[in-house]
């Protein structure tokens, strides 16, 4: 992480209910800063399968999650195919040429192969498709190229599942299946993208979730509205059975495991009420 974040000055206020009320043992996985989730331990110990919404070319928490618990991972990623990498490669580098990549970052120029490398086996899949409820027309994709978790859970017969979401948005539109197969879910981190418009909505699913919230983390790369409430949220949800209730009201947010999504600025603390 860069030791030289700025600090910024912004508000942090979220409502009460953001803030958990239960907590269990927490680890961190993936890469510094944008990318990485803090989850439970026993969420790991818990899980067979790890179905994860949203790749880009950051594959690090599935990596992480892999090498602590032997299972099966499942990414749904409908953007990364090899044009993807083709302009990211043209991209770094014309970036290399002109001398706006660090040398800790050359080894990123040829991520490619690392993908290639880490999806090259029947237990590690990256399927090419778009996560929203099935029957959602979208101009310039056929209907094989959309999925949902109707389709993905139906015919499972694996009850310990892991959902790692980060879908910019499309979160909102799977919502309902989320509950419908809560009982198969060992623990969920979920990405909630333009929150301040869809505050009411994130209160209601978290209602009626039979997981706890027990981490909070505010991504730094969205904006603050004029109220103070961030327009993106990390959420972490633990079953009950793995949860206590947390007696510390000083517990405060970020968490020391916490890192900053944008690396050149510290987090700002959250303030609830």
């Known amino acids: 992480?860069?030791?030289?974040?700025t600090k910024i000055n912004e508000k942090i206020i979220l409502q009460n209910y953001f803030l958990p009320k239960h907590k269990t043992q927490l680890i961190r996985l993936g890469q510094d800063n944008d990318g990485g989730y803090l989850i439970?331990?026993?969420s790991i110990e818990s899980t067979k399968n790890l179905y994860s919404f949203g790749l880009n070319d950051d594959f690090s928490f599935e990596k992480d999650f892999s090498n602590?618990?032997?299972i099966s991972i499942d990414c749904y990623d409908y953007s990364v195919d090899k044009k993807f990498w083709l302009k990211r490669l043209i991209r770094d580098l014309k970036n290399l040429l002109l001398f706006k990549i660090k040398k800790n970052e050359l080894k990123k120029i040829f991520y490619y192969f690392s993908y290639k490398a880490f999806f090259n086996s029947n237990k590690f899949v990256h399927h090419k498709k778009f996560i929203a409820p099935v029957g959602t027309k979208i101009v310039g994709m056929n209907e094989y190229q959309i999925s949902d978790l109707d389709i993905i859970l139906k015919n499972t017969t694996n009850q310990d599942?892991?959902?790692k979401i980060d879908i910019e948005g499309s979160e909102y539109r799977i919502l309902d299946q989320i509950i419908k197969y809560q009982s198969l879910f060992t623990g969920m981190v979920i990405e909630f993208?333009?929150?301040?418009?869809h505050k009411k909505t994130i209160?209601?699913?978290?209602?009626n979730f039979d997981l706890q919230l027990v981490h909070v983390h505010v991504n730094n790369w969205g904006l603050?509205?004029?109220e103070g409430f961030p327009a993106s949220l990390e959420l972490t949800f633990s079953p009950r059975k793995f949860n206590q209730i947390m007696n510390d009201t000083k517990d405060t947010f970020p968490r020391t495991l916490d890192q900053p999504c944008n690396p050149l600025f510290q987090d700002t603390p959250v303030q609830f009420e």
């Open 1 to 5: 992480m860069n030791k030289n974040i």
């Open 40 to 42: 439970p331990v026993k």
């Open 68 to 70: 602590k618990k032997d």
């Open 161 to 163: 599942i892991f959902l």
């Open 193 to 197: 993208h333009e929150c301040d418009l």
């Open 203 to 207: 209160k209601d699913f978290m209602e």
């Open 224 to 226: 603050i509205n004029t």
